[in-house]
């Protein structure tokens, strides 16, 4: 009579997709590990890489990359850009760190209150909070009239021409600041850190970044910033609204309600300063 271990795997067998982690350790699937060494090395990296510099730091070489990218395109949590062949992140591996971002405990203190804000002030009120890309619009309250200004969930704001853009970078280390403008489009006129210093201060002295018919004619902004108990800045608050209607004054309703907000959610957090930079 046959045994019925025959038949069945060996025991003592090694396979290329499974293997037992270290003592202690739950078992895990080996090929993922690798592969996410590459997904790691385009978060850390924040642009398109060409294959032989994306393998070169996660550590393998590019034929043995490649087929990972394969999959990963097929799952979207990697696209390849038509004409210079690198890779990036897809929209899945971008969805998935818009709603990590969704979670953070700083934005779920704030999202009722831009809920208030927007119908207090009748103006549309964003979170937005730093991403591998830059400032990030992670909550939007409408307006409760309508008006025609595109402000979506996961929309990346510049640094040099939107209020939540100025004033991170007003509030962020310089090398972050640095780094994240490096990777925007060029512009014209096309300022750089250097050239921001001054209006940077007065943000940091007012608590307030502005921003009049900049991005959008017609269409202004004001922002506040939001510290945690480090007094490191978490997240901006942020109005938008029609030029014609909408007080920039520091002294005017949205700007005194925006401050009000953003102070308590930090005091919420544990803040009792103001905020620091550090360079």
């Not at 201060?201 to 939001?226: C, F, T, Y």
Request: hydrophobic letters at 45%; glycine letters at 8%.
């Amino acid at each position: 009579m046959a045994s019925h271990r025959k038949n069945a795997p060996n025991d003592n067998d090694s396979s290329d997709t499974l293997e037992t982690a270290p003592e202690r350790g739950p078992r895990g699937i080996q090929s993922i590990e690798v592969g996410g060494q590459l997904l790691t090395a385009l978060a850390h990296h924040g642009r398109p890489l060409a294959l032989k510099d994306l393998a070169r730091e996660a550590g393998m070489a590019p034929a043995k990359a490649h087929p990972y990218l394969v999959s990963f395109i097929k799952l979207g949590l990697v696209e390849q850009e038509a004409l210079s062949g690198r890779y990036g992140l897809g929209p899945l591996a971008l969805q998935l760190g818009l709603i990590s971002l969704q979670q953070y405990e700083p934005v779920r203190l704030a999202t009722p209150r831009i809920e208030e804000l927007a119908q207090a002030l009748n103006l549309t009120v964003a979170i937005a909070v730093w991403g591998n890309r830059g400032p990030t619009i992670v909550r939007v309250a409408e307006a409760p009239s309508p008006v025609h200004i595109s402000m979506r969930h996961g929309t990346v704001m510049s640094l040099r021409g939107t209020a939540s853009g100025l004033l991170f970078a007003a509030h962020l280390p310089e090398a972050q600041v640095q780094a994240a403008l490096d990777l925007e489009p060029e512009a014209t006129p096309c300022p750089g850190l250097a050239e921001m210093q001054a209006e940077l201060a007065l943000i940091r002295e007012a608590g307030l970044a502005r921003a009049q018919d900049a991005v959008v004619a017609g269409v202004s902004a004001l922002a506040a910033p939001v510290f945690d108990d480090q007094g490191r800045m978490v997240l901006s608050l942020t109005a938008i609204g029609p030029s014609r209607s909408f007080s920039l004054a520091a002294d005017g309703l949205p700007a005194r309600s925006l401050r009000r907000a953003a102070e308590d959610i930090s005091r919420q957090l544990g803040s009792r300063a103001s905020g620091s930079v550090s360079t």
